[in-house]
């Protein structure tokens, strides 16, 4: 049988096992793609159908100083919240082999196996009778449930610490011990709490089902309960390999990396590929369109006829746009080194505003500039910075092409950080598009209304500076762009 991660405590350290139905769900659910971190459904199936897994959760969030986690559904909250990494060792050894058992004989396995089982079909039952009596007596089940999975954790904890006997008193929550002293001790008949109720169905669990007069209304589940407890004891007879989970956690974390890796050195090998690509075609294409512009403006000298000086005139303008398409692309794929000096950002987003204002007033947009009073400073490239905001805002502005609102909002520095999102109210970004808003050449808008480099440039610069850039568009509505930028910037 597997083990939980160990528990240090004062007095010695804590084993509890791992069931092995349970390590089997867990590692069907890594295989399935499923996540112990934010998983919160798949954590509270687990903890609601394992005594010791909910134990050691209890144990462990104490020790880290949680609040009170008094049901399950609290216990998962936390879990999903709280990195999972010592999921990621589970140590190999059975229980019943520790060292820490000191020299006693060794136990049987299969001995070992019954006391865990039958420790944990007691804990089961005792939870679902529980809160089936809180439920019908208008109580907190959540809180019957927990307390009647964990109303045998002193015989959990003895026969996990062996002969270092570690005392309740010394790892379980105050709440916890304290309601343990309770269980069963109420006047007879009545249920005015969690304690009475999980008092009452340890006695109705001992006796196999209603073996005392029931409250008057009181009805119980005999079949499925049954049912229930005969999985949970046959999930802990069920053998598992020793390191199921370290073994699928460990190849599944070398597999990210790998993933990661490859992701890395396949946008390296990209940005390669550009470089050859842009000075190629700056050297080919440039003469050219030089060419035809400079043929372009010779004609136009001379020409009279109104229709033919457009047409010379748009020859002349396309191939500056052309040229101005090879310049973006020869910055994107080597851009200049940042010159890094201190600046207020506050400042360069008034000045910012204030430039774009008569755009926005052209197309009937309002734009609204949120920032604090007072300066807030980083250490960047002043010219870099200012033309990675200025393509946020211009493609916030082309998003909306009339009418809408965007918003420049700077918060107020947290973490060492600083960020600015740029949002607006317009069409928003679908879902199949969102993935490749970075991309260079890619453009989720109708054609002939640029290469899309423009956000390119911005997350190049911004991640030049150490910093990163979130897009959010939530349900197709509007969308935002967050540029991150380290407090203490590039030295």
């Known amino acids: 049988m597997q083990r939980l991660p160990e528990v240090v405590t004062t007095r010695g350290t804590l084993v509890l096992p791992l069931c092995g139905g349970t390590a089997r769900r867990l590692a069907a659910a890594l295989i399935a793609g499923r996540d112990f971190r934010g998983d919160r459904a798949l954590l509270a199936e687990a903890l609601a159908r394992d005594a010791a897994l909910s134990l050691w959760a209890v144990v462990r969030s104490h020790g880290l100083g949680a609040t009170e986690l008094r049901t399950v559904d609290a216990l998962a909250d936390w879990l999903s919240a709280t990195a999972m990494d010592p999921w990621s060792r589970p140590a190999e ?133 049954a049912a229930a407890v005969a999985r949970v004891r046959d999930d802990w007879l069920c053998e598992a390999p020793p390191s199921l989970l370290r073994d699928l956690v460990e190849k599944l974390r070398r597999l990210r990396d790998l993933e990661e890796s490859f992701g890395q050195t396949l946008e390296a090998e990209k940005l390669e590929s550009l470089k050859e690509l842009a000075y190629g075609a700056g050297h080919e294409i440039n003469n050219p369109l030089a060419n035809i512009s400079a043929r372009a403006q010779t004609l136009l000298q001379g020409e009279r006829d109104p229709e033919r000086r457009r047409m010379l005139a748009s020859i002349n303008s396309q191939a500056f746009r052309a040229h101005e398409m090879i310049a973006d692309m020869m910055l994107f794929a080597r851009p200049p080194s940042p010159k890094p000096q201190p600046l207020d950002i506050v400042e360069l987003l008034k000045k910012l505003h204030g430039e774009l204002g008569e755009q926005a007033a052209a197309q009937r947009t309002e734009l609204v500039l949120h920032a604090p009073r007072s300066p807030v400073e980083v250490v960047a490239d002043k010219t870099q910075i200012a033309v990675a905001l200025r393509s946020l805002c211009a493609n916030a502005l082309e998003a909306l092409v009339t009418g809408g609102r965007v918003e420049i909002a700077l918060a107020e520095p947290a973490d060492g950080r600083v960020q600015i999102t740029v949002s607006d109210n317009g069409p928003g970004i679908p879902p199949e598009v969102r993935p490749h808003v ?37 349900n197709g509505r509007g969308a935002a762009f967050t540029v991150t930028l380290p407090g203490g910037g590039i030295r």
């Open 93 to 225: 050894s059975d229980p019943s082999a520790s060292p820490k058992q000191g020299d006693a004989a060794p136990i049987n396995r299969s001995d070992q196996n019954q006391l865990w089982a039958t420790l944990a079909v007691r804990s089961f039952a005792a939870a679902t009778w529980g809160a089936q009596i809180a439920r019908q007596q208008k109580l907190d089940d959540g809180a019957a449930y927990l307390l009647g999975l964990l109303h045998l954790a002193p015989q959990w904890l003895a026969a996990a610490s062996g002969d270092a006997q570690i005392p309740p008193a010394d790892v379980l929550p105050p709440w916890l011990h304290s309601q343990l002293d309770h269980v069963g001790t109420g006047p007879p008949g009545k249920i005015a709490s969690s304690a009475d109720c999980v008092g009452f169905a340890v006695k109705l669990a001992e006796a196999d089902g209603p073996g005392e007069p029931l409250p008057a209304g009181f009805t119980l589940d005999q079949p499925a309960h």
């Open 438 to 474: 970075f991309d260079p050449f890619y453009s989720g808008r109708e054609a002939g209304r640029g290469l899309g480099l423009g956000l390119s440039k911005c997350w190049r610069i911004v991640t030049m500076h150490r910093g990163r850039v979130d897009v959010d568009s939530p």
